[in-house]
């Protein structure tokens, strides 16, 4: 395979105006890849999950990074199964049938560790991912995004089509989402703590029963290694992109208490499903095949998205 090289590439990144894809343009930005070859169609203008908008997105292109995709936590899962997994199967589907058609050289899919089964061992190793069902709030979702591994290789295979996948843990970091209908945990506990600290409520409501674990990625160490993978990684076997430890939700609300200095009463509402019982991912892989490495720590990180969002919110504390 000849030596890879930024400069001579035209890159369509899906999502790439989004919480993930915003820090993997700038990635690209790093790498010295000029704005100019970087195409990012937003959703409201080409709707992925009509195949002529996919034609039309990977005209030209030699490297598509796709991380456009309909996501959010435990509660919006719950709310639209139907919805999460149509949207993420038709978009990603469709836009690798059209870029294998168009003669793209690279498809890069990112998928979710939402796909592994619910009782796998920790830590999740890609061997594992087919070894039973996903946990049931969020696996049409996770199904759905998992499809695109099959037909990954299904093509790789039939076609010699150069696509690889990719497994991030949850991500947080500034710009995420922090919609009270669809956020993920992180930015769902730190909007609502800042937010009672500055309107001097007392008490915060938390889902759960705070025992299941959990595995955090800061959003700048994902993209460098999605980035990472396009540039050096060209094997069928998923990988997966994480941190590499787990910390329980009650020690993470405890953690962004600290954080957010809110000293109220936390509430937790067992009612409410905990997710997947434990999960954080073996990462070995994604370091021996293309050296990548989470380098951002959780306390500073959450500290970091904490400053973002009250600084972005105008909340006053």
Not at 77 to 88: E, Q, V
């Amino acid at each position: 395979m000849t030596e890879f090289s930024w400069g001579s590439k035209q890159i369509l990144v899906t999502g790439g105006a989004g919480f993930l894809g915003s820090s993997v343009i700038q990635e690209l930005n790093k790498r010295g890849v000029e704005r100019g070859k970087i195409r990012i169609p937003r959703s409201h203008e080409s709707d992925l999950r009509k195949w002529e908008n996919c034609v039309s997105a990977v005209k030209g292109i030699d490297l598509v990074i796709h991380l456009a995709a309909n996501v959010g936590g435990i509660g919006y899962n719950r709310a639209y199964p139907g919805t999460l997994f149509f949207d993420n199967a038709v978009m990603g589907i469709q836009l690798m049938e059209a870029a294998r058609q168009a003669g793209v050289g690279k498809f890069v899919a990112v998928g979710t560790v939402c796909a592994y089964p619910k009782f796998t061992p920790v830590p999740f190793m890609e061997s594992e991912l087919w070894n039973g069902y996903p946990e049931e709030t969020n696996a049409p979702y996770g199904i759905a995004k998992k499809v695109l591994l099959v037909q990954a290789q299904a093509y790789r295979a039939q076609y010699g089509f150069n696509a690889i996948y990719l497994l991030p843990v949850n991500l947080y970091g500034p710009g995420d989402n922090f919609d009270v209908e669809s956020s993920h945990v992180i930015p769902a506990l730190i909007k609502k703590m800042v937010d009672a600290k500055a309107k001097g409520e007392k008490k915060v409501v938390v889902w759960g029963s705070g025992e299941a674990s959990r595995e955090f990625l800061y959003v700048e160490d994902a993209a460098e290694g999605i980035v990472l993978a396009s540039e050096k990684y060209d094997e069928p076997d998923p990988v997966n992109i994480g941190a590499g430890f787990e910390i329980k939700i009650k020690d993470l609300v405890s953690l962004i208490s600290k954080l957010t200095d809110f000293n109220g009463q936390i509430v937790w509402d067992a009612n409410k499903p905990d997710g997947q019982p434990r999960r954080m991912l073996d990462t070995s892989k994604a370091a021996s095949k293309f050296g990548f490495k989470a380098k951002t720590s959780l306390e500073d990180g959450i500290r970091k998205t904490i400053e973002w969002y009250r600084r972005t919110s105008k909340v006053e504390v």
